[in-house]
């Protein structure tokens, strides 16, 4: 089979060095060794340089309002659930404007995939302090050291009940790209938290600060995320936000991933007994430009609305 | 006598059976053949405050508008004795709970301190003593009201010994008391009342058994006042009707339309609407499957809009309903979806504002808010609908332009519309038509925004074959940011410049209803809920020699300014009369912004409660033979 092109031949305007780059390849590449049908699978995004994304990759994609990416990929996937839908926001994106969105979708369990590029600051408004950056730091843009805490995307997205959670780094792209399938395969919604080294605003968390600091989970034969048995769920989740909450050292990888847990596809089929196969996209609402319901059919349909008069 | 048409109140507190009543007995009254059209007026409140039904009821026609005074005051306790005591006509009935009868204003306290202070002026007008005790001996001598008292309580012991019920459940069946008092009194026969009953409760005979039997005691007790307020035969001549609210009306129609995905955040008073979706999500009719419509309960408005977006993107017909704050909250959407040309209706029901306002009582105010929020420029179309059956033709067409081209669309209503129970003519299901709009049907090579067109042929996320971007950034033909001045001219003015087209493609009566004298003495001009009462003030005032003319804007956005400015230069400028639920007759200033001309006169209401017959032909009056040219109306509790 031909290979394909996963890459549209847009001139990419993040500044050179971006840690953007790397999630860009990892997001290619995973593409391409999954094989996906450009047609069949949809980029979502927010508004900042990670907003561009989904422009430079040759399948669908839709770059939405800031904060916004999660609820618009919701709609796609609710209408058509037949899609892979991957949403790529950055921090002051998903966990400032848009953090009520990140909770809800774990409250649902969507299968949809949100891939969250932690830099620390608002890179396109010039370097302000995003909701990961830690109190006490000061990076070069801010006029005093940031008074606001960090929030922890890992932590908040297993209280969220995101069912696949792991961490990844931009400049590590074979990792993150593997990250990045794990996450597709995965059914229900997947958080993939990648530190991303912002060149020209954050000088403190640097290419070289996270070189030093990242170590890989899986360097801990012992270390298994994965849920076998939903009795284990409690308690691989404990470990997962224990895992999350260290300091110093940084772990990337898998810190949890639960099948057993039904996706929002799921309730809904309990509900409306022929979703997905019948869905909003696919189900006919016409037919040669008139109302699939009849007038015959409404009287039927909604009876409980009509009165046959008895004078 | 008989009458031809009655008005009522039936009051009670929030949660105490007022709506189940009205759903009842405007069941068991259309069943036999009447006209009704019944209003909700309640608090912000789950439990205890004063709620209330002001209905009209017709033997010769669908009623269109609501009256005061009213033939009939039916209370479930002593606060809609003391509240709308004033509202009854001369020899009219009032039917009360024996139970209330020692209770004085000042011991109750579920009446706000400004209404006990209002009520106090009235009792003391007339010098009545302020107890429910007291202003019904001034209505028996004063006004020749017919008193016709239940007792509830006795009712209800006797109903709990024949069923062996429990004493605190008894509450539950205040309903029935009140049911049965006014069909007795109304002499609706006792089959109407069974058949009405028993689809209420479908599925609960028991419950229908019990209220038989409520009906059976009363209908003993109250024997003598059979009748005692005659409604002559009906004569309307339908064989069937529909009795349902505007939300349950504008959710039928979704269905009709074809909505696959609808969302929502709960807010007063569009959620009806979505709770009713859910119920027919997905059907399966003997002709095949109606569904599935995916209806999403979402964390916020802002979410609502936004996934709505992405529904339609993957080729659902895809809305989401809400009022006044939760549109607010979708403003960014609606220009995003001004920006992507996304088809997507907003269903905005109008409430009191600003802010949290009057959450459950009706508004005409944010007409502005609906045709100008958002900031950039782009085609958005506003319809307007004046009575449920034009609530669901609308419903319908709001899908067809947003499809056909491209855009959103708010479908504008209000809470009076919303919860206000009507007979309606069947909808014609014939004359309904699905416009999908032009879809892309090849591969390879797509350009969503192709310039060669006004309306681009749209492809569906997920489309074989087919690949396309969407940015809220100027973009070019394949949606691709881009800030090239020429592009920015071009793809501009493509989503501006299509409202030419959606202002083309709409009937004249489409866009404004046209009702009275061709030659006009005066022309009032609204849209909404304004329609049945101003139509029938010109029927009023026709009879005492003035000729009007309604025009019922229902294409509020692109504004029909040419056929408007036709209609309102048959008269002098002074005798065009703006009827609104607003402050400031709003659309008076989109008649000028859009004609040049100047709207003469105004006749506004915003207490939150809907304008009525009696006033409206009053202001009118004043206006066009008193010369007044600004009345500002308040009737009603």
């Known amino acids: ?311 | 006598m008989v009458l031809e048409e009655a008005s009522a109140i039936i009051g009670g507190p929030q949660g105490a059976g007022v709506e189940t009543s009205i759903a009842i007995l405007a069941r068991a009254l259309a069943r036999v053949g009447y006209g009704v059209l019944a209003d909700r007026e309640y608090y912000s409140n789950i439990t205890g405050r004063h709620s209330y039904i002001h209905l009209k009821v017709s033997a010769t026609r669908l009623p269109r508008s609501l009256s005061y005074p009213v033939d009939l005051l039916v209370a479930m306790d002593a606060e809609t004795v003391l509240t709308h005591f004033t509202d009854l006509t001369k020899g009219g009935v009032a039917i009360y709970d024996k139970g209330s009868l020692g209770k004085h204003l000042e011991e109750i306290p579920s009446v706000e301190d400004a209404t006990k202070a209002r009520v106090r002026r009235a009792c003391e007008e007339r010098g009545v003593e302020c107890s429910v005790g007291g202003v019904l001996k001034y209505l028996e001598r004063e006004v020749g009201v017919k008193l016709v008292e239940v007792d509830f309580g006795r009712v209800l012991k006797s109903l709990a010994e024949t069923f062996k019920l429990d004493p605190r459940q008894l509450s539950r069946y205040a309903s029935g008391v009140v049911i049965s008092s006014v069909a007795v009194v109304l002499d609706i026969r006792e089959g109407a009342l069974s058949y009405a009953l028993g689809a209420y409760f479908k599925g609960r005979e028991g419950l229908v058994q019990q209220n038989m039997r409520i009906y059976r005691l009363v209908s003993s007790e109250l024997g003598s006042y059979r009748g005692l307020l005659k409604l002559g035969k009906p004569s309307i001549g339908l064989d069937k009707v529909l009795l349902a609210t505007g939300n349950d009306v504008v959710a039928m129609a979704k269905v009709v339309a074809g909505v696959r995905y609808q969302s929502y955040y709960p807010i007063t008073p569009a959620a009806d609407e979505s709770l009713l979706l859910e119920k027919y999500s997905y059907v399966e009719d003997e002709e095949g499957p109606i569904g599935p419509l995916v209806v999403m309960q979402t964390e916020d408005e802002i979410a609502a809009i936004a996934s709505a977006i992405g529904a339609s993107l993957a080729g659902a017909r895809s809305s989401t309903s809400t009022s006044g704050p939760g549109f607010d909250l979708m403003v960014e959407g609606i220009s995003f979806a001004g920006a992507n040309e996304v088809p997507v209706v907003i269903t905005y029901y109008q409430r009191g504002g600003p802010s949290t306002g009057q959450p459950t009582r009706g508004s005409q105010s944010d007409l502005m808010n609906a045709i100008f929020a958002a900031h950039g420029e782009f085609a958005r179309v506003v319809l307007a609908s004046g009575d449920h059956l034009e609530a669901f033709y609308d419903t319908v067409l709001a899908f067809n332009i947003a499809e056909r081209f491209q855009v959103p669309v708010i479908h504008l209503l209000d809470k009076f519309l919303a919860n206000s129970l009507a007979t309606t003519p069947i909808p014609d299901i014939d004359t309904v038509s699905i416009d999908r709009g032009e879809v892309f049907r090849g591969s390879g090579s797509y350009r969503r925004f192709d310039l060669s067109k006004v309306v681009s042929p749209r492809a569906y996320l997920g489309a074989e074959g087919v690949v396309m971007w969407y940015t809220g950034d100027e973009h070019d033909e394949y949606g691709h940011i881009c800030e090239d001045p020429e592009v920015r001219v071009a793809m501009y003015s493509k989503r501006v410049e299509k409202l030419k087209l959606v202002e083309e493609s709409i009937p004249r009566e489409r866009k404004v209803g046209v009702y009275g004298d061709g030659a006009p003495d005066y022309v009032i001009v609204g849209w909404g809920f304004t329609k049945g009462v101003a139509i029938d003030a010109i029927e009023v005032l026709e009879k005492r020699g003035l000729r009007g003319r309604y025009l019922n804007l229902r294409l509020l956005w692109p504004f029909p300014a040419r056929e408007v400015a036709e209609e309102i230069s048959k008269v002098p400028r002074e005798r065009v009369v703006v009827v609104e639920h607003s402050y400031g007759a709003n659309v008076s200033s989109l008649i000028a912004m859009t004609t040049g001309l100047a709207v003469g006169s105004s006749i506004v209401k915003f207490t939150g409660r809907p304008i009525t017959l009696g006033e409206l032909v009053e202001a009118l009056e004043r206006v066009i033979v008193g010369g007044e040219r600004r009345v500002v109306l308040s009737y009603g509790a």
């Open chain 1, 1 to 311: 089979m031909e290979r394909r092109s996963y890459r549209t031949d847009l001139w990419i305007d993040w500044c050179p060095g971006c840690g953007n780059f790397g999630i860009l390849t990892a997001t290619l590449k995973a593409l391409e060794e999954l094989n996906l049908d450009p047609s069949k699978t949809v980029l979502v995004s927010g508004i900042g340089c990670s907003g561009k994304l989904p422009h430079f990759v040759n399948v669908n994609g839709i770059h939405t309002l800031h904060g916004r990416a999660i609820p618009f990929a919701m709609g796609i996937k609710l209408a058509n659930p037949e899609l892979t839908v991957v949403v790529h926001g950055g921090d002051g994106d998903l966990l400032g404007i848009g953090a009520g969105h990140f909770v809800a979708l774990g409250r649902r369990n969507l299968d949809i995939v949100v891939v969250l590029h932690n830099n620390g600051v608002y890179g396109l408004t010039k370097g302000q302090a995003s909701p990961t950056l830690p109190m006490g730091v000061k990076t070069r843009a801010l006029s005093w050291p940031n008074l606001q805490q960090a929030v922890n995307p890992v932590a908040l997205a297993l209280a969220s009940g995101y069912t696949f959670v792991a961490r990844g780094y931009a400049f590590d792209s074979h990792h993150l790209k593997e990250l990045i399938k794990a996450a597709i395969a995965h059914r229900g919604a997947a958080f993939i938290d990648v530190l991303q080294p912002c060149v020209t605003y954050n000088d403190v968390f640097t290419a070289e600060y996270y070189r030093k600091a990242i170590y890989k989970l899986d360097e801990d034969p012992s270390w298994d995320p994965y849920v076998r048995e939903p009795t284990e769920a409690e308690e691989k989740l404990v470990k997962a936000f224990r895992k999350s909450l260290e300091s110093g050292r940084i772990p990337v990888g898998v810190f949890y991933v639960n099948p057993h847990v039904t996706t929002y596809e799921d309730r809904l089929s309990s509900v409306l007994k022929v979703y997905p196969k019948l869905n909003p996209a696919n189900s006919p609402i016409e037919v040669s430009g008139k109302p699939v319901i009849s007038a015959k059919a409404f009287e039927r349909v909604f009876r409980d609305f009509i009165v046959y008069v008895e004078s």
